[in-house]
């Protein structure tokens, strides 16, 4: 089992930033890939961004050059630096964790409210 906590939601004005923070609760060294996923009111959960294991990096076109996905296996924590903010990037916002040994494990974190107003 995994928990995931997020932390470093709230409000921002458009064009502002925010770092999210997804902190671990064992070493992610060997997880095979994390990433941000968020989803808006009434919208279905959408990807963000995700960083496997051996540093490939994947980021939806919406948020592509404004957003920065980084992990930290010292400190068991995947960030997500986010620029230029928009109000159509309001969302909760969760990280997930995938793990394959012989079987594929996703897990989840509770989720971080992103607010961005205009």
């Known amino acids: 089992q995994v928990q995931l906590v997020e932390s470093g939601g709230g409000l921002a004005q458009a064009g502002g930033s925010l770092r999210l923070s997804c902190a671990a609760s064992r070493s992610i060294f060997s997880f095979n890939k994390m990433g941000w996923y968020r989803q808006a009111p009434g919208s279905q959960r959408e990807l963000v961004a995700t960083?496997?294991?051996?540093?490939?990096?994947n980021y939806s076109d919406s948020v592509k050059g404004r957003f920065t996905i980084s992990r930290d296996n010292a400190k068991s924590t995947v960030y997500l630096q986010m620029n230029s903010l928009k109000p159509e990037d309001t969302a909760v916002y969760y990280c997930?964790?995938?793990?394959?040994?012989?079987?594929?494990?996703?897990?989840w974190g509770q989720g971080t409210q992103v607010t961005v107003s205009s």
């Open positions: 960083v496997t294991s051996s540093g490939s990096l």
């Open positions: 997930s964790a995938l793990i394959i040994t012989g079987r594929e494990y996703t897990y």
